[in-house]
């Protein structure tokens, strides 16, 4: 570049060349106007301003004279500034000029982010940035330069604004936040980069700094511009505030690109129009596309095709999910699709809450900052889509279903007939070969005829053909002229699906067949070969080889290596067979083993990952298959994530074919897994299966294990009541057994529960009833988990000497039985009631050793507990900043529990935190959300605690106001028996 104005005045190869400082603003003008001709009055007034000289015409003369000879002496042509009656102008090339370089690795730069190639715009922004060397044309005064140089200084602020943009999506963040915080030191009224220092600073787990940098931007626009924030970044300083940027901070690597597609057919054909319009619809800005048609008429073909074709459009992800509208699986709910959706993104199973509301809400922030292309594959209805449509225009979501899909909005349907006979006849070519149609083409008319014009049976049919070269097309023909139709609910006339799945189960060798129809009876999607193997009754290295044979004759998919799946209409075919009369007793044999296989590999891993979990996992077969269960269950916990999505399944067809005790076995088997992993919808509803199963085979003990789980679902809901309702009639059962073992444990559930509710006495009553018979038989575990329960309540009930002394003795118990987790809950426990006491120093130091200890063994729940416990002692002694840090840290290990009651605590506490900083508004904002979350919930305490904290912060500027709040929260309080309500009635005396 010969000429530079990004930074001071630059010709050549020199930093200021041209001295002469009315030369100086004449080459600057030019400079800024390059390739157009400036008027010399214009000139004339960036020179002189309001008072030129008579002979400010004859001197400019001078002056552009003076910068030729500048320039010849700088090695560059005279004429490049040339002369025209109208005025003065340079001619050079784009590449001579630092400004028009930039301009143009902007423009490249945005191009790259349209089409989602982030790291190629970032490359670009920075190389364009590299060229600023301070501010455009330092060092010159002209009013008319400095006017014009102003707003290149605002083009590059621009830039570095869209390129941090791009470089919060890739990350790491933490590389910007000194040059964001440096920008806004420099142009403290611009939001976007005050917003992108609050993103950067969050997303390293800085909250605390992003909040600071909310707070002197709001001084800053108040003093200087006499108004509040803009929206967004209202906005952005909610989701901080709340902790909702707090998850996302704990990654600072960039998103990786997501690939989730089903692999696109490599003989796709037909439907070109439609490929083509749909296309042309989509970057016409049509981002949601509804593509109708019946059953096998390749409408997941289509949409798969479809998204492949535009996925460099959107690289940041590319989904896929089957909703399963029209399957023998009942639907999914959108809850449950979603959940899938974001563990395809990489959103941890323990990131994903139980609300769907709250779900949905992270699927739209996960999307935010992305360009996807998402594949919702079979719908049922658009109550089933709608809610898991995400914001915003930089998505393209494809929605198949055998149904018109009425009610998306902006939804562009397009239904999909069968083929034409030329693109049916094109499809039988090129899978059973051109050459081969070409040469019967009456017969090639009739294949296709017989299959309905349907690609799906074309296809099956041609890999038919492909397999018999032999073979002449007339001879499939009259096969599928004289062959029954196994499938006959899928005929349309003469066409029938059913027909093509026939021939290609014919050319599969009988064990083949077997296998095939016995995969049938599995209730899931996906399989490995151990289900193939249990299921054949064979040996895993046989059963592996006939998967293969299966997938070579396409009746089996290999999704991925080593798991497999059915079509739905394949496995439609495979349960016809398989339900032929002469074929029962195979059948529930297949079944029977299959349960069989699910359950004892389940109990083998959820006794190693429970804690006491043995009185309660009653399986007292052995295994039809142990070599196989012990081989699979080898992978731990990672088998029952994998399988979790099948196991209602399992429990609802363990009930619906009479094998009721195996079906409340797998729900119970499968419990921990779905408690730990937060997904208590599915908890609850196999467990619902499982006592209807275990109420019908006459088993109590049974029905009191099922009644007793099942509330553990409500009551990390936050459900007490429901909770409550369950344990009491699961202690009457097996009082009435007389079961000890379950008596003790059941009284220590429901105690919890009772406590949880804030029925003290209760609950109190139940540990020690429990107690009397841990005693009776020396259990010292039993005792310990009671002594547990007890100090946490008497804490809770305020009864803080009773706490310690019960603490104390649990801290005891736990040292002889050697066992980390309860040594870490005694310890915490004690911290908290000697903080609650007033001896802060041993309380601090016991504190953080069971904080150390509840990291050590992953006790999350307790972590969250003792952070928020050792944050409120940094707020008492004087440190806001660090207890709201704490907080957060809290809030966001409740977040991954799972816990909604723990949520609004950990939010009431850092909204505390908050206020002591003297942020009250921050802290407004927040209790009012806790206050009504805490509502929805029916959490009495919680609804306590935000009012109080909302009366806390009106009390100096709103007394009538606090009052209301105060009067609220000491009537709720009083309903709980919380000794917080001395706290109300003092302030309450205080206002008068």
Not at 13 to 21: I, M, P, R
Not at 562 to 583: F, I, K, Q, S
């Amino acid at each position: 570049m010969r000429f530079g104005i990004l930074g001071p005045l630059r010709v050549g190869g020199g930093e200021s060349t041209v001295t002469a400082g009315r030369d100086r603003i004449v080459l600057a003008m030019l400079l800024l106007r390059a390739g157009r001709l400036v008027p010399v009055d214009e000139l004339v007034d960036a020179v002189w301003e309001e008072r030129p000289p008579a002979t400010a015409r004859a001197q400019l003369q001078t002056c552009v004279s003076r910068l030729r000879r500048r320039l010849a002496e700088l090695g560059l042509v005279a004429e490049t500034i040339v002369t025209d009656p109208a005025g003065y102008g340079v001619r050079i090339a784009p590449t001579d000029l630092d400004a028009e370089v930039f301009a143009r690795g902007v423009e490249a730069a945005r191009a790259a982010v349209a089409t989602g190639r982030l790291i190629d715009a970032r490359a670009e922004f920075r190389a364009a940035l590299a060229l600023w060397r301070g501010p455009a044309l330092a060092g010159i005064s002209s009013r008319s330069v400095r006017r014009r140089a102003h707003a290149l200084d605002e083009q590059r602020l621009t830039a570095l604004e869209e390129c941090v943009d791009v470089e919060l999506r890739l990350g790491p963040a933490v590389e910007l936040i000194d040059e964001l915080a440096e920008s806004v030191d420099q142009h403290p009224l611009r939001e976007r980069l005050r917003g992108q220092l609050m993103l950067a600073l969050s997303s390293t787990g800085r909250q605390a700094d992003a909040l600071r940098a909310y707070r002197e931007g709001r001084r800053v626009y108040a003093e200087e511009l006499g108004i509040e924030p803009g929206a967004e970044l209202q906005e952005l300083h909610q989701r901080v505030l709340a902790g909702d940027l707090a998850l996302a901070g704990r990654e600072s690597g960039p998103i990786a690109p997501v690939r989730s597609l089903p692999r696109a057919i490599g003989d796709f054909t037909g439907r070109q129009q439609t490929l083509a319009r749909l296309v042309k619809e989509v970057e016409a800005g049509a981002r949601i596309q509804l593509i109708d048609g019946m059953a096998g008429s390749g409408k997941t073909a289509l949409a798969v095709h479809v998204a492949t074709a535009l996925a460099g459009n959107y690289p940041d992800a590319q989904l896929y999910i089957d909703l399963h509208g029209h399957s023998e699986r009942t639907p999914l709910t959108p809850a449950a699709a979603v959940a899938t959706l974001l563990r395809q993104l990489g959103v941890p199973a323990e990131r994903v809450p139980t609300n769907q509301d709250d779900r949905l809400a992270l699927w739209r922030t996960e999307l935010a900052g992305r360009r996807a292309v998402v594949v919702l594959d079979n719908a049922a209805s658009a109550d089933q889509v709608t809610p898991l449509l995400p914001n915003g225009s930089h998505c393209l979501i494809l929605i198949t279903s055998r149904r018109r899909l009425v009610g998306v909005d902006e939804g562009r349907p397009s239904s999909l007939p069968v083929l034409d006979t030329d693109e049916a006849i094109e499809l039988l070519g090129r899978v059973a070969g051109v050459s081969r149609v070409a040469a019967e083409p009456e017969a090639a008319t009739e294949v296709v005829r017989r299959c309905g014009h349907l690609p799906l049976a074309i296809r099956l049919a041609g890999a038919r053909l492909a397999h018999r070269p032999r073979w002449r097309i007339a001879d499939l023909a009259e096969r599928l002229s004289t062959r029954p139709d196994p499938l006959a609910e899928f005929e349309a006339g003469e066409r029938s699906v059913g027909r093509a799945f026939a021939l290609s189960y014919a050319q599969v060798s009988p064990t083949a067949q077997r296998t095939f129809r016995l995969l049938g009876l599995h209730p899931g999607i996906r399989f490995d070969n151990s289900v193939a193997a249990v299921l054949a009754e064979l040996p895993l290295p046989e059963a592996q080889d006939l998967l293969d044979e299966l997938v070579d004759a396409h009746l089996v998919e290999e999704a991925e290596p080593g798991r497999y799946r059915l079509h739905d209409l394949v496995r439609e075919y495979a349960r016809t067979l398989v339900a032929e009369p002469e074929r029962a007793a195979e059948r529930r044999d297949a079944i029977g083993r299959l349960l069989d296989h699910h359950l004892h590999v389940a109990t083998v891993i959820a006794r190693t990952t429970e804690l006491s979990s043995g009185h309660s996992l009653i399986v007292t077969t052995e295994p039809v298959r142990p070599e196989l269960v012990a081989l699979v269950a080898q992978q731990g916990r990672a088998w029952l994530d994998e399988n979790l999505a099948v196991w209602t399944n399992l429990v609802r067809l363990a009930e619906a074919e009479g094998f009721l005790s195996q079906s409340w076995q797998l729900a119970r088997a499968c419990w921990h897994a779905q408690f730990e992993g937060g997904r208590l919808d599915e908890l609850i509803e196999t467990h619902t299966v499982g006592l209807r199963a275990a109420e019908e085979l006459g088993d109590d003990r049974a029905v009191a294990t099922m009644l007793n789980y099942l509330a553990s679902a409500h009551y990390r809901l936050g459900n007490f009541p429901e909770s409550i309702r369950l344990m009491e009639r699961s202690l009457d059962i097996v009082r009435r057994l007389g079961l000890r073992n379950d008596i003790r444990n059941t009284l220590g559930n429901l105690g919890t529960s009772y406590a949880a509710n804030f029925e003290f006495r209760r609950a109190q009553e139940c540990y020690d009833a429990g107690a009397a018979l841990a005693r009776q038989v020396r259990d010292k575990e039993a005792l310990a988990n009671v002594l547990n329960n007890l100090s946490i309540t008497f804490l809770l009930w305020g009864r803080h000497d009773e706490a310690l002394r019960t603490a104390r003795r649990h801290l005891g118990l736990a040292r002889e039985i050697g066992d980390p987790r309860r040594i870490g809950n005694a310890l915490g426990h004690l911290g908290m009631v000697r903080h609650r006491m007033g001896d802060v120093g041993p309380a601090r130091r016991l504190l953080r050793v069971a904080l150390r200890f509840k990291q050590q063994v992953g006790t999350r729940f307790g972590e969250g507990e003792v952070l928020n416990e050792i944050a409120t002692m940094e707020r008492e002694d004087g440190r806001p900043e660090r207890a709201a840090d704490l907080h957060r840290a809290a809030l966001v290990v409740m977040t991954e529990v799972g816990d909604r009651i723990a949520q609004c605590t950990s939010r009431n506490l850092l909204a505390r935190a908050i206020l002591d900083q003297g942020d009250v508004t921050s802290a407004l904002d927040l209790h009012r959300r806790v206050l009504a979350d805490a509502d929805r919930l029916g959490a009495r305490y919680e609804q306590a605690q935000a009012l109080l904290g909302l009366a806390r912060c009106l009390r100096p500027t709103d007394p009538a106001a606090a009052r209301t709040h105060l009067t609220r929260a000491l009537f709720l309080f009083r309903q709980v028996e919380s000794p917080d309500q001395h706290e109300v009635e003092r302030l309450l005396a205080d206002l008068g």
